[in-house]
């Protein structure tokens, strides 16, 4: 048991705050095994390697007993909002930083120190480490093979991982967007995070509180110049009849920017009757996170037009007036890439990304059903703001129409780059 009533030395200078700088994480991208939180949070981050937490984070001083000062515990914690809310949690942890340093006796009574530092990020890559003896100190980098291993993420290499703790003298360094705590642990941290920002206490309850508002999407990288923006424009498209008017809106996230060339969209229904929508050209597509909705029943379901995945997954989309036979319709396009790697087993590192290619069409208003082709294609290489040119056309469908009789086969050829 640690001593009570006094302050041990480990534990005198438990300052309000610290910086911790973490190096040495892998270039490799968590993988994900499905099902459960994990799954369902996985569209929340993840283009980026785990190397991008390769930075500075400040921690705040948390869980401090009165009655037992033998423990100086710090933290970093960030959390972003979920607009797809399950098991009742509307949001999801992007990073977790953590360091323990405790005071306490062995059996004979000797006093030891024990420093306990744990890493989580994403909730798919964790390392646990310990150091008994000599408390952690501050302007020291300890390596991996300093600390006893307690657990780590299996299939990740954390050989490479380095620490080092300093005073928080005002230095840039990651400090989380808003101020949670997930315990009454963690008031202290709250309190001392939130007076560092200036900011207010974030809404801990409320479900209707998880829409869009500090979501990290594909366009933040580096988790020092990202985690904090918000979406900026609004952006949308009409589409008038004589009855009525339909209006979809999406909003832009950062300046990345994808070039897409189209040819005609071609469709051939039963008995060979050939229709072709002139939409060939050249098309530029924001960075959109998950803000690409546009509803509509398909078959007595709701189908996003921006197509199926286009909520799941990093998106950049687009919508567009054009006529077809004298009337207004709208094409939608989309490219979407998942937030993680393909889905593997066990959780480790895979080494294939698909790209998605949506088009689709729809009619003025009135018509009960809209045609939708999507391609995909390998996109290994894809970084954040680099895309790999990448082509596609006939003979590699995805998905086809909404319609209620009658399945024509669509096609389109199509080339997406960088803008």
């Known amino acids: 048991m640690g001593r ?49 937490y390769n930075t500075l984070f400040r921690l705040f001083r948390t869980n401090v007993v009165e009655d037992d000062p033998d423990r100086c515990w710090h933290l970093y914690q960030d959390r972003i909002n979920n607009q797809f809310v399950n098991y ?55 390596s991996y093979d300093d600390f006893d291993l307690l657990a780590e993420t299996e299939g990740i290499d954390f050989s490479g991982l380095t620490i080092r703790f300093d005073a928080d003298s005002g230095q840039t360094a990651v400090t989380p967007c808003e101020c949670y ?48 923006r918000q979406y900026g424009d609004e952006v949308s498209v009409s589409q008038t009849s004589a009855v009525t008017t339909r209006e979809y809106s999406w909003r832009t996230y950062g300046d990345d920017e994808l070039e897409v060339e189209l040819g005609d969209f071609v469709s051939v229904g039963f008995g060979g009757a050939t229709t072709t929508y002139s939409v060939a050209g050249t098309y530029y597509l924001p960075y959109v996170g998950n803000t690409a909705f546009a509803n509509r029943t398909c078959n007595f379901t709701s189908a996003n037009l921006w197509g199926p995945f286009a909520t799941s997954q990093h998106c950049w989309a687009s919508a567009f007036e054009f006529t077809h036979d004298g009337g207004e319709y709208l094409l ?34 009135g018509a009960s059903v809209f045609l939708s082709q999507a391609y995909t294609a390998a996109q290994d290489s894809y970084s954040c703001g680099s895309f790999s040119e990448v082509s596609g056309g006939p003979g590699s469908s995805l998905s086809g129409s909404c319609i209620y009789s009658g399945m024509p086969t669509m096609s389109y050829t199509w080339t997406i780059r960088q803008a």
């Not at 066990?346 to 689709?360: D, E, N």
């Open 4 to 52: 009570r009533g006094h302050r041990c030395r480990c534990c005198e200078s438990c300052e309000t705050s610290l910086i911790a700088t973490v190096g040495g994480l892998p270039d490799v991208v968590p993988a994900f095994q499905g099902g459960g939180l994990v799954y369902y949070s996985m569209f929340a981050k993840g283009i980026a390697s785990l190397s991008r």
């Open 88 to 142: 009742g949690d509307p949001r999801s942890i992007v990073a977790t930083i953590a360091r323990y340093v405790t005071r306490d006796e062995d059996r004979f009574g000797n006093a030891f120190t024990r420093s306990t530092i744990e890493l989580t990020f994403d909730a798919l890559a964790s390392i646990s480490l310990r150091l008994e003896g000599d408390p952690l100190q501050n302007g020291t980098t300890y």
């Open 181 to 228: 705590y997930q315990s009454p642990s963690q008031r202290d941290y709250q309190t001392n995070c939130l007076a560092f920002t200036g900011g207010a206490a974030p809404e801990q309850a409320s479900q209707s509180a998880a829409m869009l508002l500090n979501d990290d999407v594909a366009v933040s990288c580096n988790p020092a110049d990202g985690w904090c």
């Open 332 to 365: 939608f396009v989309s490219v979407t890439i998942p937030t993680r790697l393909e889905r593997c087993t066990p959780a480790a590192s895979c080494t294939t990304r698909r790209v998605q290619i949506h088009v689709a069409i729809l009619p003025p208003p």
